[in-house]
């Protein structure tokens, strides 16, 4: 009968690549590992991994096997981990972006009881994760469809066009291809060098790709924002990280194209999770929050 032990000691070797590394995360030497792996293969009756020097790589069974015990393993360290701090809350692995946690979730959870464990990045860096089972739930700002992840609804972002306070255009409002123009001679500041969420923003609102380049290009939205403020040049932005400042006059919102351009924010997990009581709570208490 195989070991739950043998089991950790597989899924850590298929998470870290290397019974190296595997052995460090797992605090255990390379040779007991090692034992583990070679009993948990001779339960099964076949390879699990394919071994090179620098890489374990996963055999067909070693895939299969890590989909149907992972989450199983997950759970059960989650148990294990709560027992030991004395049942004081649930230990929740949450990804999300910078700009969104510090502006949106960070004022919301003086109300959650969970024990957040919080890894920063962009989304496809943390679905990756997320499906590596290295993280439990991600606050993600793309739908990115991924076999074994269940998206659910969190809120909606709207994009502003801004620029700092002494910022303006001419053209009319009511007339979007003077606007268009117009805006194709400012400095521009964006997120990366092809002009995400100023790319879409231009296409839902003239129809067209811009066709203007980025004089400042920082993958940071609150330098952005900052860089704005100070009237360095324009951009598009989420409302929530602007609508404050331009409130207050330090900012300008530019022109509203005749319909909001924007983004759906969306809370992830594994499928196989569903089930997992600590994860739906969590993900049920967030909902609440957002509503």
């Given at each position: 009968m195989a070991d739950f032990e043998w089991y950790r000691s597989f899924v850590a070797i298929y998470r870290m690549g290397t019974v190296s590394k595997a052995a460090a995360a797992r605090h255990m030497t390379q040779p007991t590992l090692s034992q583990h792996l070679a009993a948990l293969e001779a339960e099964v009756g076949e390879p699990l991994f394919i071994r090179q020097p620098r890489k374990m790589i996963p055999t067909h069974r070693g895939v299969e096997l890590y989909t149907q015990v992972a989450p199983a393993v997950d759970r059960l360290e989650r148990t294990t981990s709560e027992l030991r701090k004395g049942g004081t809350g649930t230990t929740i692995r949450l990804g999300a972006?910078?700009?969104?946690?510090?502006?949106?979730?960070?004022?919301?959870?003086?109300?959650?009881?969970?024990?957040?464990?919080?890894?920063?990045?962009?989304?496809?860096?943390?679905?990756?994760?997320?499906?590596?089972?290295?993280?439990?739930?991600?606050?993600?700002?793309?739908?990115?469809?991924?076999?074994?992840l269940q998206f659910v609804h969190l809120e909606t972002e709207v994009f502003w066009l801004v620029g700092g306070a002494k910022a303006s255009l001419s053209a009319p409002w009511d007339d979007p291809g003077a606007v268009r123009t117009e805006l194709e001679g400012h400095e521009w500041i964006s997120y990366g060098e092809e002009l995400p969420i100023i790319r879409r923003f231009w296409l839902e609102s003239f129809g067209e790709r811009p066709a203007i380049t980025a004089r400042i290009v920082v993958p940071d939205l609150h330098a952005i924002c900052a860089l704005v403020e100070r009237g360095a040049g324009i951009s598009v932005l989420p409302s929530y990280l602007v609508e404050q400042r331009v409130d207050a006059g330090r900012m300008k919102r530019l022109w509203a194209p005749p319909r909001n351009v924007q983004n759906e924010i969306w809370l992830v997990y594994r499928t196989a999770d569903r089930s997992d009581a600590a994860i739906g709570r969590f993900v049920q208490r967030m909902l609440a929050l957002f509503s």
């Open positions: 972006p910078l700009e969104y946690f510090k502006e949106r979730m960070a004022p919301r959870l003086a109300a959650m009881d969970e024990r957040l464990l919080v890894t920063l990045g962009k989304t496809a860096e943390l679905l990756d994760l997320l499906e590596e089972h290295l993280l439990d739930v991600v606050i993600a700002t793309q739908h990115r469809s991924r076999r074994g």
